[in-house]
C-alpha cells in the first residue's frame, strides 16, 4: 500500500517505464527474448494518444511483465510509427532500462544470436562489488543494460533469486541522463516521499565504452525509490567534467525508453506536485499525466487503487 509523506503529500512510487516500440519491430522480439508477456492490452483514443505521447493517430499499448516478478517492474509499451532517435553520448535524455542478468556472456551470446547491437562486456568494479555490464539496442531504438553481479548476495532482490532457469531480472531502474545529479535529488525528493538509495562515484576509463562517451572523466549517479526500497528505481546519472546537451523534443514518443513510469493514489495532487504536467486524461488505464521535471525526465504518473 502506498504511504504518504509525513506533510500529507502523496507518495509518488517508480514502479514501471512507458516504452515505444514500432509494431513488428525487433524491440518487440526483444521484450519477449527478455521474458516480458503482456498482462493488459487495449489502446488510447486519437485526443489521449496526442496529449499524453504526442502521437498524430489512436495507438494500442499492451501492460508487460516478467511472470513471478516480485517486485511491480513492468512497461507500459506503447506502439509508435517512428524509430527511435540515437542520443549522443554527451546528450542528456533518457538512457534506457536496467536489468539483472545471472550470466552476462550467456546473454551476450543470446542478444548476438539475434544480430541485436550491443557494446562490449564491461567487467568493473566499485565498493567491493564486481560487476559486468554491456548495454544492447534494438532496430528500433530501445535501449537495455544488463547488469550482472560476479556474487549474487551484492545485488538487489530480484527474480532471478527465486526462478533459477531465467536468465534475466524483471525491470530494476529506468536510467536517465541528466545535466546535475544533486540538482534533480533536490527536485526528486522534495515531497514526494521518494528518496535517495544509492549515491556513488565512478572514474573509472570502462566507463566511456558502457556510457558512448570517449575518454569520459567520470559519472555521478542516485538512485531513487521508495523509502522501503522495494520498488524499482529510477536512476539518475551526470557526466562529470563533460559539457551536455539536451536531446531534443522528448515529448514525442518513438522507440525506446519515453517516460519513467510513477503510481500515486492521488493523481491531481502529485500532478501539482510534480509541476510542468502537460495533460491529465481518463484512459483506459485509468488516470494519467505526462509532464517533464526541471532536470529533463519525463515522467508518466498512474493513478492506482488503495488497498
Not at 26 to 31: M, Y
Amino acid at each position: 500500500m502506498l504511504a504518504v509523506t509525513n506533510r500529507g503529500t502523496p507518495l509518488i512510487e517508480p514502479s514501471f517505464a512507458v516504452v515505444g516500440i514500432v509494431p513488428g519491430s525487433g524491440g518487440a522480439a526483444l521484450l519477449e527474448c527478455l521474458g516480458f508477456a503482456a498482462v493488459t492490452s487495449g489502446s488510447f483514443d486519437a485526443e489521449a494518444a496526442a496529449a499524453l505521447f504526442g502521437l498524430s493517430a489512436p495507438t494500442a499499448f499492451q501492460v508487460m511483465r516478467v511472470p513471478g516478478a516480485r517486485s511491480p517492474g513492468y512497461l507500459l509499451v506503447v506502439a509508435t510509427p517512428s524509430a527511435g532517435r540515437a542520443r549522443r553520448g554527451t546528450q542528456t535524455g533518457p538512457l534506457g532500462l536496467n536489468l539483472f542478468a545471472r550470466d552476462a556472456d550467456a546473454l551476450a551470446r543470446v542478444i548476438d544470436e539475434m544480430s541485436v547491437e550491443r557494446t562490449d562486456i564491461v567487467r568493473w568494479g566499485t565498493r567491493g562489488k564486481q560487476m559486468a555490464d554491456f548495454r544492447f539496442t534494438s532496430d528500433d531504438g530501445l535501449d537495455v543494460v544488463a547488469i550482472a553481479y560476479s556474487d549474487s548476495r551484492d545485488g538487489r532482490p530480484s527474480l532471478l533469486d527465486i526462478a533459477p532457469e531465467r536468465m534475466t531480472s524483471e525491470l530494476t531502474a529506468v536510467a536517465w541522463m541528466v545535466p546535475d545529479v544533486a540538482a534533480s535529488r533536490a527536485y526528486w525528493e522534495h515531497g514526494t516521499g521518494m528518496a535517495v538509495v544509492l549515491t556513488n562515484e565512478i572514474r573509472d576509463p570502462l566507463m566511456s565504452a558502457l556510457m558512448g562517451v570517449d575518454n569520459l572523466p567520470g559519472l555521478r549517479y542516485a538512485n531513487l525509490a521508495a523509502p522501503d526500497e522495494a520498488t524499482m528505481r529510477l536512476e539518475i546519472f551526470e557526466l562529470l567534467e563533460v559539457a551536455t546537451s539536451p536531446m531534443p523534443n522528448t515529448h514525442a514518443l518513438t522507440g525506446g525508453l519515453h517516460a519513467a513510469g510513477l503510481v500515486t493514489h492521488d493523481l491531481d495532487a502529485a500532478a501539482a506536485l510534480l509541476g510542468g504536467n502537460r495533460a491529465i486524461r481518463t484512459t483506459a488505464l485509468g488516470r494519467l499525466a505526462t509532464g517533464v521535471a526541471p532536470d529533463g525526465v519525463v515522467w508518466l504518473l498512474r493513478e492506482i487503487g488503495r488497498d
